[in-house]
């Protein structure tokens, strides 16, 4: 098996949003903002490669919206998924699964694209849709505070392709997959998001999504205003790093621009970041 770093691009959200109840003058520290409010974003899939099977983990934002979407947060940088892909030498007619950890635009957008006539039909046209079941309920049916990160353009579009199947199970851990890694289940982001968790050359490692979306997330009170039940993922986000520790476990970071693979130290505010590398170099040197 092997693992690829893939970045789709950057982006911008409010600062306020992304830690909640957290003051500014704390997260700052890690997570600058600019004039706007706004912080720097990452959208960062992960690619498997086992076997014949080449498995998308997460896919961006996309870029299908208008202008008048994308404005809102202010992509930045000169990453996109096609020319990543190509760097290590792939094309998206080649991906044979996508595994969507949850299916807010910034994670699945980029599943779904628009042919020349305007029509949406799924941009990687090999592909499966992977999703957990009860998550595509909650999705299909958004409560209103997570309508706005629930587009049924990237949604149903899926479901209509024929190429939507199905996770279910209850967790936390999902061990028996179809997939060559393990699944870690949260529910305080969102119901049922999936973190997939690999034994890599020796190594644990876990793509942590939307539970702790940058380095600067790592403080257990630090939870995003985004969250559906914060107080589930305060518990959530403890027992989680508790467990990481505890397996000497990498994690690997979707959002945080700077810090792509990352270790972990117990400190006395708790546990935070030891050391940061990039995928790639960490294990050319393993």
Partial sequence: MWLYSI????????????????????????????KNNQIEMASRC??????????LIDTGMGNKQNDAFFKHYNLWGLHSLDKSLSNVGFHRDEIT??????????????AIDRDSSGLL????????????????????????????????????????????????GEGPILEETPFPFSIYLVNGH????????????????IYTADLIPTAGH?????????????????????????????????????HDPYNELISLKQTEKGVRMDESFNLDYYFSIK
């Fill in 97 to 110: 699964d996508v595994f969507l950890t949850h299916l807010h635009f910034d994670h699945c957008g980029g």
């Fill in 46 to 55: 992960l690619l498997v490669e086992k076997g014949n099977r080449l498995i």
């Fill in 218 to 254: 790592l403080p257990i009170p630090y939870i995003m205003g985004y969250d559906t039940r914060p107080l589930l993922t305060l518990v959530e986000k403890n027992s989680f790093l508790i467990d990481a520790l505890q397996k000497k476990t990498l994690l690997f970071l979707e």
């Fill in 121 to 168: 039909k799924p941009a990687f046209k090999n592909a499966s849709f992977w999703v957990h079941e009860d998550h595509w309920n909650w999705a299909s049916k958004p409560n209103s505070r997570e309508s706005a990160s629930f587009l049924k353009e990237n949604i149903i579009p899926i479901k209509e392709s024929g190429k939507l199947k199905f996770i279910s």
């Fill in 190 to 205: 969102t119901e049922k998001q999936m973190l997939p968790i690999f034994n890599y050359k020796d190594h644990r490692i």
């Fill in 7 to 34: 970045q789709a691009g950057n982006f911008k959200l409010d600062g306020g949003a992304m830690f909640g109840v957290v003051p500014k003058t704390l997260w700052e520290r890690t997570n600058p903002a600019d």
